[in-house]
């Protein structure tokens, strides 16, 4: 709460195909920095700039992921609003509908330095600059250039980790290791569903046996695909 006991509330939204490393570092120090009550992780439905390039993963695995990649983090959650609200996802749309649900709330919406940059693109991004604080963080490869006028922005260093999600399905695909770069909660979650078992997957750490190939638990050896992963 701040002094005026407004509660804070932070909107992360991603497509989180997978959730990695560099989201969880981002939003665990967006959330001290900016002392948020809480930080909600949501995971896009259906993320409308990305469809038609690639396959996305089932909205409700990269929620069990990202639920599954925070355990019990403090003040951070994974939200279903979008996928609830169903349909194409607008951040917009989120960000109405959490000041709906919390009102005298401050709401902050979080970018990483390359989705700052194209927020022009965005649906309605003018409803969004009017009723949250854009909170725009580091991103290796990323330089915020974009003049992002009407818009109160602050800007939250965080340790730089140059990871993306496309880099771990480019990984997943040819067979090089996830681990550390995807927590180990996700990783677990990734193989009981058998997501990106269609990419030759490797992971070598994780609980005792879960990476080693002829020992796995015997629910997802069950589920596991024809392709060694
Ligand atoms: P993809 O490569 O599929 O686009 P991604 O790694 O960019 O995946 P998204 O789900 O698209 O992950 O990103 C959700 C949000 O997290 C975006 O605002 C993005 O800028 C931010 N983000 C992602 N990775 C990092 C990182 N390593 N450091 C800081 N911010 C990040
Ligand atoms: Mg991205």
Not at 86 to 111: K, M, N, Q, R
Request: charged share 20%; net charge negative; proline share 6%.
């Amino acid at each position: 709460m701040d002094v005026s006991g407004a509660v804070r509330i932070g909107i992360f939204g991603g497509t989180f195909d997978p959730i990695h490393v560099g989201h969880l570092v981002a939003a665990v120090n967006v959330r001290h920095a900016l002392r948020l009550d809480r930080l909600l992780l949501v995971v896009a439905n259906e993320p409308w700039q990305k469809a038609g390039l690639r396959s996305i993963t089932p909205a409700t695995d990269r929620f069990a992921m990202v639920e599954a990649a925070l355990g019990d983090v403090p003040g951070i959650e994974a939200s279903r609003l979008e996928i609830d609200r169903g349909g194409p996802s607008y951040t917009a749309d989120t960000v109405a509908e959490v000041a709906a649900l919390h009102p005298g709330s401050d709401l902050f919406c979080v970018v990483g330095a390359d989705v700052a940059d194209v927020l022009a693109t965005w649906e309605q991004s003018d409803v969004i600059a009017r009723l949250a604080t854009l909170v725009v963080v580091n991103r290796p490869g990323s330089v915020r250039s974009a003049a992002l006028d009407g818009w109160r922005v602050a800007e939250v260093e965080v340790p730089a980790l140059e990871v993306s999600s496309t880099d771990l399905r480019a990984r997943a695909a040819d067979g090089r290791p996830l681990d550390y770069l995807v927590p180990e909660g996700a990783v677990t979650c990734m193989r009981a569903r058998g997501l990106y078992a269609d990419m030759q997957m490797t992971v070598t750490s994780g609980r005792p046996g879960l990476g080693v190939p002829g020992a796995l638990p015997a629910a997802a050896a069950r589920m596991r695909p024809a392709v060694e992963w």
